[in-house]
């Protein structure tokens, strides 16, 4: 079945079970473009709490479909590929959490959003990307363990100038981009702005003019004067800014910072979990009313913020 078609199919579905398709910017072009909602991890937890659609279908990894759940619980959460999970978010268990709590009972927790909902339930706040900074900045606790991405919080403890108890977490797809693809880079586009996202390590960061979420980047892309960005995250995200800014380019810092579990979505596996209405992600009750409290501390928060 050629793309045309698949979309056709889809988009009538979607119509016929009141669903609405929320997608991540790290996609496949084709899975963007039937995109209801397209953006970073923020903006799509917001979505997910505020839509009156009846279906949520997530195209992302499992975080952010569970994230859903969590926030919508009468509605039915659908992944079109199971499978698709965030290796960081699977780098820390609750079991760890509870034992730096017993280490460190003074602590306040700020979970990033790439975390298993039962890793949720033993938060205080949870951040994303967009938000990490001033989410730290809020908490008044002199004691603040951050989990589970240890460059995300080397990047706001250099921010807030707070000491953040850190575990060993990283995203793999980040750590592939190197200080010296920025730098081969800047010399190949000596005109081009860097933007990074704060996953990278800290060498990376250090070169880049600023440190964004996904979404930051395609705000900042749309606004700034400067015509070319070397663009230091996943490299879905260039298929978006390029479509938003034809008259710019964007060159991505590492060709190889590809996350195969984003990509394992595509049109086929959307249009096949609207027709068999698979596969759904619900999260148990007591685990729900827990995850929220921390999810929603940060909506309320960056609702006012
Ligand atoms: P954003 O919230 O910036 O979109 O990041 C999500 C993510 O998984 C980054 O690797
Ligand atoms: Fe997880 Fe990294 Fe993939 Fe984001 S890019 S979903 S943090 S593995």
């Given at each position: 079945?050629?793309?045309?078609?698949?979309?056709?199919?889809?988009?009538?579905?979607?119509?016929?079970?009141?669903?609405?398709?929320?997608?991540?910017?790290?996609?496949?072009?084709?899975?963007?473009?039937?995109?209801?909602?397209?953006?970073?991890?923020?903006?799509?937890?917001?979505?997910?709490?505020?839509?009156?659609?009846?279906?949520?279908?997530?195209?992302?990894?499992?975080?952010?479909?569970?994230?859903?759940?969590?926030?919508?619980?009468?509605?039915?959460?659908?992944?079109?590929?199971?499978?698709?999970?965030?290796?960081?978010?699977?780098?820390?268990?609750?079991?760890?959490?509870?034992?730096?709590?017993?280490?460190?009972?003074?602590?306040?927790?700020?979970?990033?959003?790439?975390?298993?909902?039962?890793?949720?339930?033993?938060?205080?706040?949870?951040?994303?990307?967009?938000?990490a900074t001033e989410v730290v900045k809020s908490v008044k606790s002199r004691e603040i363990i951050f989990l589970p991405d240890k460059y995300l919080g080397h990047y706001v403890s250099c921010r807030t100038g707070k000491n953040l108890i850190l575990v060993n977490g990283y995203c793999p797809v980040h750590l592939k981009i190197l200080a010296q693809d920025i730098k081969s880079k800047k010399e190949k586009y000596p005109g081009a702005e860097v933007l990074v996202h704060p996953e990278c390590i800290p060498e990376v960061i250090a070169l880049a003019d600023k440190t964004l979420s996904t979404s930051g980047m395609c705000k900042y892309a749309k606004d700034s004067k400067v015509k070319e960005m070397i663009i230091g995250t996943e490299v879905g995200i260039i298929y978006r800014l390029q479509k938003e800014n034809p008259d710019k380019k964007f060159y991505p810092a590492s060709e190889i910072a590809i996350c195969p579990n984003m990509k394992l979505n595509n049109l086929e596996k959307v249009l096949w979990a609207l027709e068999d209405m698979k596969f759904e992600v619900k999260v148990e009750k007591e685990t729900r009313i827990k995850a929220k409290k921390a999810i929603d501390k940060m909506l309320q928060f960056s609702r006012i913020n």
């Amino acid at each position: 079945m050629n793309n045309l078609s698949l979309v056709e199919k889809i988009m009538k579905l979607k119509e016929k079970r009141k669903a609405v398709i929320l997608v991540h910017n790290y996609q496949r072009p084709e899975v963007q473009d039937i995109a209801d909602y397209l953006g970073d991890s923020l903006e799509l937890s917001r979505k997910a709490a505020q839509t009156d659609a009846k279906v949520i279908v997530f195209c992302g990894v499992h975080f952010m479909a569970e994230t859903a759940a969590i926030l919508s619980p009468d509605k039915t959460v659908l992944m079109p590929d199971i499978n698709a999970g965030c290796p960081m978010a699977d780098m820390v268990n609750a079991e760890k959490v509870k034992e730096l709590k017993r280490k460190h009972p003074e602590a306040a927790v700020v979970s990033y959003v790439n975390t298993t909902a039962e890793v949720k339930t033993e938060s205080d706040v949870c951040c994303t990307s967009a938000n990490a900074t001033e989410v730290v900045k809020s908490v008044k606790s002199r004691e603040i363990i951050f989990l589970p991405d240890k460059y995300l919080g080397h990047y706001v403890s250099c921010r807030t100038g707070k000491n953040l108890i850190l575990v060993n977490g990283y995203c793999p797809v980040h750590l592939k981009i190197l200080a010296q693809d920025i730098k081969s880079k800047k010399e190949k586009y000596p005109g081009a702005e860097v933007l990074v996202h704060p996953e990278c390590i800290p060498e990376v960061i250090a070169l880049a003019d600023k440190t964004l979420s996904t979404s930051g980047m395609c705000k900042y892309a749309k606004d700034s004067k400067v015509k070319e960005m070397i663009i230091g995250t996943e490299v879905g995200i260039i298929y978006r800014l390029q479509k938003e800014n034809p008259d710019k380019k964007f060159y991505p810092a590492s060709e190889i910072a590809i996350c195969p579990n984003m990509k394992l979505n595509n049109l086929e596996k959307v249009l096949w979990a609207l027709e068999d209405m698979k596969f759904e992600v619900k999260v148990e009750k007591e685990t729900r009313i827990k995850a929220k409290k921390a999810i929603d501390k940060m909506l309320q928060f960056s609702r006012i913020n």
